[in-house]
């Protein structure tokens, strides 16, 4: 399957400062990513999805101007959480589609402000 | 739409009875679907997948069912074991292709020594 690599693996962040999420396709070109959060004991929420060349598209109720999202190449897209406050503490994944060949996951980020 | 933002339901087998998890699915146009097993701070681990032409599918220990007629999707497990312990989510492509995967909430699997 393919293989993707997202990094920092868990972050802890003072509130109000920033944090930037990787996510890398090693072994493919991915024009599009996935971004989904997880809350505790809860179900992954697509966030928004990044497009090589062009904007994100946001879900409904999702900030962009706190969730920056980038898709700088066509194997990396990285998500900016700005200004970062406690309710943001969350585990955020990465997803690029593969077209029905398993979806495999990035590995996470577990995202901790204090 | 998805079911989320619920606490997870938990089922509880004894270790090498059978485990079904059962999952509603949402869009009748989704072609494929896919079970994740994800284990405490770590990502979902891909387990199997079903395309919607068919109605069942066996992997290693593990076997998906797919009825499209009411939606329904299940993962059956085995001879369960302690290493089985996860929360299970199924999830569904709404359509063929570059689209985001819609996770089901996902269910909580204690297997009792």
């Known amino acids: 399957g393919a293989v993707v690599s997202q990094h920092p693996s868990r972050v802890i962040c003072k509130s109000g400062t920033s944090v930037k999420i990787e996510c890398r396709s090693l072994?493919?070109?991915?024009?599009?990513m996935f971004w989904y959060r997880q809350f505790p004991k809860q179900s992954l929420m697509l966030m928004a999805t990044?497009?090589?060349?062009?904007?994100?598209?946001?879900e409904q109720g999702v900030e962009k101007d706190k969730f920056l999202i980038n898709h700088a190449s066509l194997t990396l897209s990285t998500l900016t959480v700005t200004s970062a406050h406690p309710e943001d503490s969350s585990f955020y994944i990465c997803?690029?589609?593969?077209?029905?060949?398993?979806?495999?996951f990035g590995s996470g980020t577990r995202l901790t402000v204090v | 739409g998805e079911s989320v933002g619920l606490h997870l339901p938990t089922l509880s087998v004894q270790e090498g009875d059978n485990s079904i998890i059962n999952c509603a699915y949402s869009?009748?146009?989704?072609?494929?679907f896919i079970w994740y097993k994800q284990e405490s701070g770590k990502g979902p681990q891909f387990i199997i997948d079903?395309?919607?032409?068919?109605d069942k599918r066996q992997g290693q220990r593990v076997t998906v069912l797919l009825n499209k007629t009411v939606k329904h999707l299940s993962l059956q497990i085995a001879a369960t074991q302690p290493g089985d312990s996860a929360v299970y989510f199924c999830?569904?492509?709404?359509?063929?292709?570059?689209?985001?995967?819609?996770f089901g909430k996902g269910t909580r699997l204690s297997v009792i020594a």
């Open positions: 990044s497009n090589e060349g062009s904007k994100a598209t946001y």
């Open positions: 997803l690029p589609p593969q077209l029905g060949n398993g979806y495999t």
């Open positions: 869009n009748s146009a989704s072609d494929y």
């Open positions: 999830a569904e492509n709404p359509n063929s292709g570059n689209t985001p995967l819609v």
């Open positions: 079903i395309r919607s032409n068919m």
């Open positions: 072994d493919f070109q991915a024009t599009t």
